[in-house]
């Protein structure tokens, strides 16, 4: 009986360390962003693909509706529905589900994503955006963490387009009552300025930056028969699945097109979404 006992005792010590091992060889990714990274589950589509290949990384997201970076920090969800979320400011001694989220675990990645107007007004993008990502950056852990910057996409419009937010809603000190972004003439020229206001965030913050937007370019104009829009600003599959493939490639350093997975991407569209994410 003793014997049995001691037996006992091993296996279990032994099966405790090695799912210790496991865990502690985990690399844990965090999405932190808006429906433009969660449409159609890009960040499952992502764990999808490393499954095939890197199933050590895991992959778990803060994501919500509309939510800017500054809002994961500052507002409190009261609520919430299939399609949005209602929110009020956050009071002294509470924290938002965001914050909650990065304190759980010692995160090894951050992916940072924030709507696109919100980069391409140089107010907002001062004052909010960077400020923002200054913060989260304080709240994680883990000092080795890896932040990429989530690069993304035009918005489908006419031109000429120029966006534009009241300065109250920036910062109570800016003078003027409009801060607005440069005049957008071409979808090339919205590209450039949009993947340039994210280079300087990126500057800004010492981070990683993603190429999502200049792949979606290169689909709208070299294969404008793979739709990539669900409606004037989201991903539809195809525009998931290409994101998925970049962000795959940037955990790996693989070729997505050496991935077998395809979800339900048709498989000749899927190479070459695979292929543009190179």
């Not at 001691?6 to 799912?19: D, E, G, R, V």
């Not at 500054?70 to 399609?83: D, F, P």
């Not at 913060?135 to 890896?146: A, D, M, R, T």
């Not at 937007?213 to 290409?242: C, M, Q, R, W």
Request: net charge negative.
């Amino acid at each position: 009986m003793k014997n049995l006992l001691l037996i006992f005792i091993i296996l279990t010590t032994i099966s405790c360390k090695s799912q210790n091992t496991e865990k502690a060889d985990e690399i844990n990714v965090l999405f932190i962003g808006n429906s433009l990274t969660y449409f159609y589950e890009m960040p499952q589509t992502v764990q999808k693909m490393l499954n095939e290949t890197n199933p050590k990384i895991k992959i778990d997201q803060s994501t919500f509706p509309g939510q800017s970076l500054s809002g994961h920090l500052s507002e409190i969800i009261t609520s919430r529905t299939e399609n949005g979320i209602s929110t009020r400011k956050k009071e002294e001694g509470e924290k938002t589900e965001t914050e909650i989220k990065i304190a759980e675990k010692k995160w090894d990645i951050v992916i940072l994503q924030t709507g696109t107007v919100s980069v391409l007004i140089p107010e907002n993008r001062e004052f909010k955006t960077n400020k923002a990502i200054s913060e989260i950056k304080k709240l994680v852990s883990n000092p080795n963490c890896k932040f990429i910057l989530f690069n993304t996409w035009p918005s489908k419009t006419e031109y000429p387009e120029q966006y534009c937010y009241p300065s109250r809603m920036i910062d109570k000190s800016i003078e003027k009552d409009r801060c607005c972004s440069p005049t957008l003439e071409n979808l090339q020229q919205e590209t450039e300025i949009i993947n340039e206001s994210y280079d300087l965030v990126a500057q800004k913050n010492n981070l990683l930056k993603s190429d999502n937007g200049t792949k979606f370019y290169e689909v709208l104009t070299k294969h404008p028969e793979i739709e990539l829009y669900e409606d004037e600003s989201h991903p539809n599959k195809y525009g998931a699945f290409l994101n998925a493939c970049v962000f795959y490639q940037m955990l790996t350093n693989k070729k997505a097109s050496d991935l077998i997975y395809n979800g339900e991407i048709e498989p000749k569209t899927a190479e070459i979404l695979k292929k543009i994410a190179e």
